[in-house]
């Protein structure tokens, strides 16, 4: 065993990993520094890596090659969050260098590993610092030089470990945010017990499964009410032909006088029109002095919404549609997938187009085949996806190379980007131009969420006691306290301080009183007479409130 891993040897040593992650993803989550209740290390790693262990514990036999390609490839479908996703391409480059090896000596395993890292590197747009990118790095150069120097894999996987755990500590000082919190990084962290782990299995060590259920959320504080506020009645969409001398920047202006949910996307020949207004015929006579109109569409959304509440539909599946589900009979030439959470979310993501709705968000990272089944369960060649949360988007990336299909991820990172993203869609124009086009809608959305705090912390030196009210504002925590009213106040006065916001839109979730939506809507009208807010049901779990302004 000193001189050589075989497939017998890797597959205890990639599930014996699995058994310590499981046993220490507790330890994991909290050192995550952002208090709010989400998807964190220790989950999305154990989830990640458990995917392999399974699958490789119903199975004897196989090469080194073999066992490697097969972890990699169920870790790569099992992958839940950035940090999973990392963990799963650490696996994947690990595995093309030992492909079609029996076995492999120290140092082919210090050199699958470092090509472990530059898989992971080259996957990362922007790699930063004091990450488990930077721990893998400095783990895999000392293994190599261990296995040059002595060609002992203990030895190796020893100075490995030894290299990881001495530049996890460093991440503290690398990372400023860490810094602040005194922490180390988690994925970081995860990697090092991964090391050890298979250390002590060349040791002779053995780790039995230990089971750990994820805690569950905290109840939300508020009642339970179930319905929603439409200010317009009708949602008005149409296309015009440029022959006019009209400016559709000065069409924009005026809708967003009449209505709210104002979509002007203008192109060279055309330019689609989406608003909510309860005088679709001003809309029309305005967009005349543009040109011709075609495709006109008008519904009545409050008609709509009492369709829907009678029709009572079932809560969204947690995954994308089964497998059983029936293709459809007629190919699509292009289709949707969305991640959000809450029955409201789910309704208002289906209205925009969306084929398959996965049912994530914060505490509930959908798995890369998660987002591939809802992609194949589509009669398309192309699938657009939203991932609307910033660590679900590599989940969704690593869709691509596993379907013939073209997969076009539009980069939200929260709902209100995601709907943005789907009322800027033009059916008219080439994907790849509504790839530009939906990424460059979202990235117009100021996103302003409430939430509570999942755990004591210390964040950008303020500190945070657990079930602290939150504002976060564009992903950056805003205030914290324990009035949730002082705290929704401060987010108000602070978007509204962005002048070039119109309208505002408060989506409620889950128990939280439509009543103390509308309190929020006069703080803004309050704040900004010039802006038009409306209040709808979102549903969402964690999330008392997700407010966008654009």
């Known amino acids: ?117 530059d898989a992971a590197y080259k996957a990362v747009m922007r790699p930063a610092e004091g990450t488990i990118l930077t721990v893998s790095m400095k783990a895999s150069q000392a293994a190599v030089e261990a296995a040059k120097a002595t060609g002992n894999l203990r030895v190796m996987f020893s100075s490995a470990s030894d290299a990881a755990k001495r530049a996890l500590a460093e991440t503290t000082q690398q990372n400023p945010v860490l810094k602040k919190a005194g922490v180390v990084d988690a994925g970081g962290a995860g990697y090092v017990i991964i090391l050890e782990s298979m250390l002590a299995f060349l040791r002779g060590e053995k780790l039995a499964r230990t089971v750990v259920e994820d805690a569950p959320s905290d109840t939300n504080p508020f009642d339970a009410f179930d319905t929603e506020e439409i200010n317009f009645t009708y949602c008005t969409e149409f296309i015009i032909d440029r022959s006019g001398a009209g400016n559709p920047a000065e069409l924009r202006e005026y809708l967003e006088t009449i209505g709210d949910c104002v979509v002007v996307v203008d192109d060279e020949e055309i330019v689609k029109v989406h608003v909510h207004t309860n005088n679709p015929g001003l809309a029309i006579e305005k967009a005349l002095e543009l040109g011709s109109l075609d495709r006109i569409k008008i519904e009545n959304m409050k008609i709509q919404h009492t369709q829907k509440i009678i029709a009572s539909p079932q809560p969204a599946e947690p995954a994308a549609a089964p497998a059983e589900a029936e293709a459809p009979a007629e190919e699509k030439p292009y289709g949707f997938v969305a991640v959000a959470a809450g029955d409201g979310l789910h309704n208002i993501f289906r209205d925009l187009g969306v084929d398959v709705v996965v049912d994530g968000g914060q505490t509930m990272n959908p798995s890369t085949d998660d987002l591939l089944r809802a992609v194949e369960s589509i009669n398309t060649p192309v699938a657009y996806i939203l991932p609307n949360n910033k660590n679900i988007i590599m989940a969704a990336q690593q869709v691509a190379p596993l379907t013939e299909k073209k997969i076009l991820v539009i980069q939200t990172k929260t709902v209100s980007e995601g709907i943005s993203a789907m009322l800027s869609f033009d059916p008219e124009t080439t994907p790849d131009e509504n790839l530009m086009a939906m990424e460059a809608a979202a990235s117009c959305v100021h996103t302003g969420e409430v939430t509570y705090a999942a755990r004591d912390s210390v964040y950008d030196d303020r500190k945070i006691r657990e079930g602290d009210a939150l504002a976060l504002l564009n992903g950056k925590l805003l205030d914290s306290g324990r009035r949730q009213t002082e705290v929704l106040k401060r987010l108000v006065r602070e978007m509204c301080r962005n002048r070039d916001i119109s309208y505002v839109t408060i989506l409620y979730g889950e128990g939280v009183e439509e009543s103390a939506a509308q309190e929020i809507r006069e703080m803004f009208e309050k704040e900004r007479r010039d802006v038009e807010v409306a209040v709808i049901y979102g549903g969402q779990p964690v999330y008392y409130y997700i407010i966008s302004a654009e």
């Open 1 to 117: 065993m000193e001189n050589y891993v075989d497939g017998a040897a890797f597959r205890q040593m990639v599930i014996q990993a699995a058994y310590a992650i499981e046993a220490r993803k507790k330890e994991l989550n909290d050192l995550n520094v952002f208090p709010v209740p989400d998807g964190d290390t220790g989950i999305n790693m154990s989830a990640t890596i458990n995917a392999a262990a399974r699958e490789l514990e119903k199975s004897e036999g196989g090469t080194l090659g073999e066992v490697a390609e097969t972890a990699a490839m169920c870790m790569l479908r099992g992958a839940r969050g950035n940090s999973g996703v990392i963990t799963s391409l650490l696996f994947r480059g690990f595995s093309r260098r030992v492909k079609g090896l029996e076995s492999g000596d120290a140092l082919v395993i210090a050199e699958a590993l470092r090509e472990g890292v």
